[in-house]
Each structure stands twice: as C-alpha cells, then as structure tokens.
C-alpha cells in the first residue's frame, strides 16, 4: 500500500513569493493534517482536512492556507513569503482525523526562503 | 505555558543502559498518548501509544501515563546507538482535530 507522498521534496523561494506544496495521502484515508517544523518551535499544527472542509485551524498568519480536493489530496499555499518560513513542511494522513487509528507521515517538504 | 513539554536533550545514555523520556501536557482532558521517533532528515514515525493509567510495554519500550499528574513517560531498555533520534511525545484530547506536539528530546546512545 503506497504512503503519504509529499511534492516536491526541496524549494528554494525568495522573500516575497508564494509557494504551493502538495500531499496525497494514503489511499482510503479522508483527513490531511499539515504541520510546520523548525529547530525551534517543533511540530505546529497548521490545519486539518477532511472531506473538502477545515475542520480545524492553528496559529498562523493568513498567508498560509490549503485545500482539499475530492480524492483527498491536499495542497497547502503560502503567499508572500518571509524568512521565517523556512522550515520542514509535514503533512499527515488518517481515516478521519484521529491518530488512534493511524496517522501516517509524509516525508515531508523542505522550504527554503532566501 | 506550552500544551506539551519535553526536555530538549540531549539526553545521553551509554549502549545497553536504559533511556527515560518524559512529557508534561496542561490539557487535563487529554485522551491519547503517542511517542513518535524521528530521525534526522526523516519524518516522525509512531511507536507507541497509551491511553490509559499505568504501564504499557512492547519490546524493549514501555510508555508509562499519569493522567492525574498529566505526565507521560517513555523508558527504553538496552538502548542501542540505533535508537538515537528524536523523541516526540503527542497528545490527541480536548484541543479539536489535531495532535498536539512537545518540542523533542534528543537521544544519544553511545557505543
């Protein structure tokens, strides 16, 4: 059974652009729930997705937003990049949100904002 | 306060000997506990869960929960230098749809 397939692997922005970064979970599986890693902060929760609807939201600018479409992948943008958001982007894949059952990682997507 | 907090290590242990990795969370209604290892350069990967009180073993680790003093506890017995990773304690409850990370202890098992 294939995994949590994260695209791309690297980017490399400048300050002020925006980026789109994508995530297939494992089939079968409804939610998609993304997560920032730094050095400093560890794993921040960003968003959940579950059947096309946020169910869920953490504390993040606006700049940062996503989507799910109706085979459940899941895209996450963020406009007007800053430094700070380089970092190690996660997203995770479960039947329906809760890691009880499951809750599988992607290998994740490493944005560097120069 | 942060909801889950873990020492940031490192924490060394020699090969053999046996590895204590604690977490400290502030939601008392928290359900779930997880431990997650994550490699550098790689992805978190689950490997264990507890839910209840009290000691849950499988093989060479047992996670310990206290939910009275919201504490919740790893040991890994006969460490070996393959268990250097990061340690991240989750905890799934009263905080919506998602999982809720400390910031990670390091392990080092020296040989």
């Known amino acids: 059974k294939a995994g949590v397939t994260q695209t791309p692997r690297y980017l490399i922005k400048t300050r002020g652009q925006q980026v789109t970064l994508s995530c297939s979970p494992i089939?079968?599986?409804?939610?998609v729930s993304w997560y920032q890693q730094t050095p400093g902060q560890g794993l921040q929760f960003l968003f959940e997705?579950?059947?096309?609807?946020?169910?869920n939201k953490g504390n993040f600018p606006g700049r940062f937003s996503g989507r799910q479409f109706s085979n459940s992948r899941s895209e996450m943008n963020v406009s007007t990049l800053e430094l700070g958001d380089s970092a190690l982007y996660l997203c995770?894949?479960?039947?329906?949100?809760?890691?009880?059952?499951?809750?599988?990682f992607g290998s994740g997507t490493r944005l560097t904002v120069v | 306060q942060k909801e889950v907090e873990q020492n940031s290590g490192p924490l060394s242990v020699p090969e053999g000997a046996i590895a204590s990795l604690n977490c400290t969370y502030s939601?008392?209604?928290?359900?779930?506990f997880f431990w997650y290892r994550q490699y550098s350069g790689k992805s978190p990967e689950l490997i264990m869960s507890?839910?209840?009180?009290g000691d849950k073993e499988d093989g060479r680790f047992t996670a310990q929960l206290n939910k009275a003093s919201q504490y919740v506890s790893l040991l890994i017995r006969d460490s070996q230098p393959s268990d250097s990773a990061t340690y991240l304690c989750?905890?799934?409850?009263?905080?919506?749809?998602?999982?809720?990370f400390g910031a990670g202890t390091i392990l080092r098992v020296k040989s």
């Open positions: 939601d008392r209604v928290s359900q779930s």
């Open positions: 997705y579950f059947s096309e609807t946020q169910r």
């Open positions: 507890i839910y209840s009180n």
């Open positions: 995770a894949s479960s039947l329906d949100g809760q890691p009880n059952y499951g809750y599988t």
């Open positions: 089939s079968g599986h409804r939610s």
């Open positions: 989750a905890v799934w409850g009263e905080y919506g749809n998602k999982l809720v």
